[in-house]
């Protein structure tokens, strides 16, 4: 069974560095995703992507994120000048259509910043 | 904000159905009812969506009340991988977006 694959599995990184998370969604799938969580939180959303656009982002997907698909099968999260609030899980997912489609999740990069 | 309300911890004896029950009195026509569950620091795993008649799949059961005010998901035959935070969540088929809320935490005993 296809599914959403994710590199690393864990990420230490200092602060201030820059980090980029990898995924490889599900290969005929359209629509790609992110999400984080904090330990013991939610999981929360943070950007959707289609057709190499952002479709629609959360509050705290700010200027420090950016989101990319450098070719046909992986989708990039990059955080810039990480702080020690962005440690969490990132989970990134996909979708065939988009909206109500069901979305199929990643085994998450446990992103530590120190 | 989650649209939904469930329990927070729930539990099961191994080798029994676990119901799992989620109120969602403020639904619209165009909302689905989707479930989904985080076994401990992995990723969620879709289980089962429905909009209005009952679903059931190879994992689970989704029964909706005929006024689609509340939902149950059952598990027909608990095991002890089954323990897991179970999320029911409401979305519109215009909604990119998930949003979760703190789901139930289900408890398999063995």
């Known amino acids: 069974e296809p599914e959403v694959t994710q590199t690393p599995s864990h990420q230490v990184t200092q602060m201030g560095q820059e980090v980029i998370l990898r995924c490889v969604p599900i290969?005929?799938?359209?629509?790609f995703y992110w999400y984080r969580q904090i330990l013991g939180q939610k999981v929360e959303f943070l950007v959707s992507?289609?057709?190499?656009?952002?479709?629609?982002k959360s509050e705290i997907f700010d200027d420090q994120f950016s989101v990319e698909r450098p070719d046909g099968s992986n989708f990039t999260l990059k955080i810039r000048s990480t702080k020690l609030e962005d440690s969490a899980m990132y989970f990134c997912?996909?979708?065939?259509?988009?909206?109500?489609?069901?979305?199929?999740f990643g085994p998450g990069t446990r992103l530590t910043v120190l | 904000d989650a649209k939904t309300t469930q329990p927070p911890s729930m539990d099961c004896a191994e080798g029994r159905a676990a119901n799992l029950p989620c109120n969602h009195s403020?639904?619209?026509?165009?909302?689905?009812v989707y479930w989904y569950r985080q076994i401990h620091s992995q990723g969620p795993q879709y289980i089962i969506h429905?909009?209005?008649n009952n679903e059931t799949n190879e994992m689970a059961s989704l029964i909706i009340t005929e006024d689609r005010k509340s939902s149950t998901l059952i598990l027909p035959h608990a095991t002890l991988r089954d323990t897991a935070v179970y999320y029911c969540?409401?979305?519109?088929?215009?909604?990119?977006?998930?949003?979760f809320g703190k789901g139930t935490r289900l408890h398999i005993l063995p």
């Open positions: 997912a996909s979708s065939r259509q988009g909206a109500s489609d069901t979305q199929y």
């Open positions: 290969s005929n799938h359209l629509y």
């Open positions: 992507f289609y057709n190499n656009e952002i479709s629609e």
């Open positions: 403020t639904i619209s026509g165009n909302e689905y």
């Open positions: 429905g909009l209005k």
């Open positions: 969540i409401v979305r519109a088929n215009r909604d990119d977006k998930i949003i």
